[in-house]
């Protein structure tokens, strides 16, 4: 072990995780905002919502994030036409290819999670919803999405820690995200485990961060769970 | 922080741990190779590994009466991979470099080659450092060409470093890349592609190697010997003139 390239390779791996976290926290929030209403779709009850919705989780969920990542980066640019077209300013990026395949594929995860959750929301609270005369819309703000999301809770703070692993992958398309800055030093050092230990404490740390917070998180939204507080 | 530094350690034994159950203990020769570095060596429609490196490397079996196997490396981690010992030489083309002679050594060389810059036909892109400021220049991650446009160009042109080269050469032809920067023969062959035909070299060629050689262990200096002999042995007979005259016309040693 080689401490000296292990604590010299600090300031770059950090500048990495800059970029990971980025790519993340953008592609969690555009994920979300997608996921809602496909799941919403998903739970509708009617074929022509809950049909392309189901094709759009079953596609993003069947195929291995590397290959939508290929397909998005290198695929696309195949054609002429999307190189001439108005979108090649993005597709062009590195960048922009992997906030997109991150994206449709935490949103595929994320609208699963989230129809669990609103199918766990017990129907006695809706009926209660109902019968204090809320509309639909109304009972879906304030009853069905509130109650859906502390369900969801536990299960998409998974699926934030393995987006944040998978993250990795952005390395294949020119990314320095963590992964890549460690791998540009092995290239020049021959020093894998020294880097990658680095790199994997790096993302148990902030693993170890995301886990508290959601932690944080769930005990905030279950006042129930807690005692009273003194009047 | 100690319990980092404790998880760490125990993170670093379980991957030392598992690289050396995976060594090997026989007394064949095991090579490492890419395999997606054409005409040097690449996977054909069969699955096998072929290219100059191939036929050089089983030339050189033959001479040492050595039984070999192939191992099929990706090219970013082939030398930790001998290294850990996944196998006992490198014949992939890798060019000989003081900075890679830190960590493994190398026979004599069996080629040469010349590192050039490609781009789209007519551009004609100046290959200076003010004419490449703000390009896009693309190379194969772990390469001498990725090390050079690292330390020479890194802070006034964008440098993307790739997988594979076959990767870095879609994106140049996609756009993405302004210029490449790679092995003159691999180009030279490349540039005859129908991918290719659209590019042109920029400029001639730097050598920034003492040609291309052998990687073995540093410790393995028998069998570096034994490499070293056998090459002078195919040079002498007239294999390696064979082998060069199936990939080039002209002599590349």
């Given amino acids: 072990m080689n401490v000296e390239v292990m604590a010299n390779s600090v300031p770059k791996l950090l500048d990495g995780l800059a970029l990971t976290i980025e790519l993340v926290a953008l592609a969690l929030a555009i994920g979300i905002v997608i996921a809602i209403p496909i799941a919403l779709a998903r739970v509708s009850g009617r074929a022509w919502l809950n049909g392309p919705a189901f094709a759009y989780v079953f596609f993003f969920r069947g195929t291995p994030l590397l290959v939508q990542i290929f397909l998005i980066y290198y695929g696309l640019s195949q054609f002429e036409t999307i190189r001439e077209g108005p979108l090649w300013p993005i597709l062009r990026e590195p960048y922009w290819c992997a906030i997109i395949a991150f994206t449709l594929n935490t949103a595929a995860y994320t609208a699963e999670i989230f129809r669990g959750g609103i199918e766990g929301v017990p129907h006695g609270e809706i009926e209660a919803a109902r019968a204090l005369g809320m509309s639909r819309v109304l009972v879906l703000r304030r009853i069905i999405l509130p109650r859906a999301f502390r369900l969801a809770l536990p299960a998409y703070g998974n699926e934030i820690i393995i987006l944040l692993k998978a993250s990795a992958l952005a390395s294949t398309i020119t990314l320095l995200d963590l992964t890549g800055v460690a791998r540009t030093i092995i290239a020049r050092t021959y020093m894998p485990i020294e880097l990658f230990a680095m790199a994997g404490a790096i993302y148990l740390v902030v693993t170890f961060a995301i886990t508290r917070a959601i932690k944080a998180l769930e005990h905030w939204l279950s006042p129930q769970t807690r005692p009273p507080r003194p009047a | ?253």
């Fill in chain 2, 1 to 253: 922080m100690t319990w980092l530094k404790t998880a760490m350690i125990a993170l670093a034994l379980a991957l030392v741990g598992g690289l050396a159950l995976t060594a090997n203990a026989g007394d064949k020769i095991k090579i490492g190779t890419e395999g997606a570095y054409p005409p040097f060596n690449l996977i054909d429609e069969k699955g096998e590994l072929q290219g100059f490196d191939v036929d050089i490397a089983k030339a050189l079996c033959e001479k040492m009466g050595a039984e070999c196997e192939f191992v099929k490396q990706d090219w970013d981690g082939i030398i930790p991979a001998l290294l850990a010992k996944k196998f006992d030489a490198i014949v992939a083309s890798m060019s000989i470099t003081d900075e890679r002679k830190q960590a493994v050594g190398f026979t004599d060389r069996y080629y040469s080659n010349l590192i050039r810059f490609v781009g789209p036909k007519g551009k004609a892109i100046d290959t200076s450092e003010t004419g490449l400021k703000g390009k896009s220049i693309g190379a194969q991650r772990a390469t001498v060409a990725a090390s050079y446009l690292e330390d020479k160009l890194g802070k006034v042109a964008s440098i993307k470093l790739y997988d594979t080269q076959e990767n870095a050469n879609l994106d140049l032809v996609n756009g993405r890349l302004d210029v490449m920067f790679a092995d003159g023969l691999v180009m030279y062959e490349w540039l005859k592609t129908d991918d290719g035909k659209k590019f042109e070299f920029y400029g001639g060629g730097m050598s920034l190697d003492d040609g291309v050689g052998i990687a073995v262990r540093k410790e393995d200096e028998a069998l570096k010997a034994k490499l070293n002999e056998a090459i002078k042995a195919i040079r002498a007979d007239g294999t390696y003139d064979k082998i060069n005259a199936k990939y080039f016309p002209f002599s590349i040693y």
